[in-house]
């Protein structure tokens, strides 16, 4: 079975600081990788994903992703956040192992202040 | 395009009333999802199907039924609401029949109280 592990719950920055936030899976075989952000009161909006090819993933508004086999990591990276950015963030999984359904962590409340 | 549309947007309900949610989409895929939000708890599966007139239990099934008479569409119902019912609900849907890879597309939620 797949599992998702973030470990960042609350991260809180200022404008310009740099974000990692960090997701790990716990499933072996090939998989599916995605970040999806909510913003306040709104439903779930993909940042980015990763299907296969260049681990290096860049999505909308800045944001990238690394996928490293060897640490099952998919880590989400920003180098200068700003206050839009305040959101909850969710890394996901999808894998043979779980009939390709979607696998979610607790998220990330990410809070950037003025 | 309307994506995925659920109905409706709120209900309260009183304890032991029964309600159904609406999850629609518009994109022909074949698999669709619900998952329930709870602060803490990121997004919990609740029942999934894999095709119409499919429907499978997921992590939280319990107190909740579902059906997928029509592709396009998946029911969620509740028999007897329960305060522990109280959450936001998230309808999604993903894989075209082409079998392309696709991500979750979601709904904008239902947000349930039971009192």
């Known amino acids: 079975a797949q599992s998702v592990s973030q470990h960042n719950h609350h991260v809180i920055l200022s404008e310009a600081a740099s974000l990692e936030l960090g997701c790990n899976y716990s499933?072996?075989?090939?998989?599916?990788l995605f970040w999806y952000v909510q913003y306040p009161g709104q439903h779930l909006q993909l940042l980015l994903k990763y299907f296969s090819g260049d681990p290096l993933v860049k999505g909308i508004k800045g944001f990238e992703a690394e996928f490293i086999k060897s640490k099952f990591s998919f880590n989400l990276r920003k180098p200068s956040v700003q206050w839009s950015d305040t959101a909850e963030y969710f890394c996901a999984v999808s894998s043979s192992g779980g009939s390709y359904i979607p696998t979610f962590g607790r998220g990330t409340s990410l809070i950037v202040h003025p | 395009n309307a994506g995925v549309t659920q109905t409706p947007k709120f209900r309260v309900l009183k304890t032991g009333q029964s309600m159904t949610l609406l999850c629609a989409q518009d994109m022909n895929h074949e698999y669709m999802y619900w998952y329930r939000q709870d602060p803490g708890m990121g997004l919990r599966l609740i029942h999934y199907?894999?095709?119409?007139?499919?429907?499978a239990k997921g992590e939280v099934p319990d107190g909740y039924n579902v059906s997928r008479l029509k592709k396009q569409n998946f029911l969620l119902g509740l028999e007897s609401a329960a305060p522990s019912q109280t959450s936001v609900y998230f309808c999604?849907?993903?894989?075209?029949?082409?079998?392309?890879?696709?991500?979750?597309?979601f709904g904008q939620g239902t947000r349930l109280t039971v009192v």
């Open positions: 199907s894999v095709g119409e007139g499919t429907t």
């Open positions: 999604a849907s993903s894989y075209p029949r082409t079998g392309a890879k696709t991500e979750a597309f």
């Open positions: 499933y072996g075989g090939t998989v599916n």
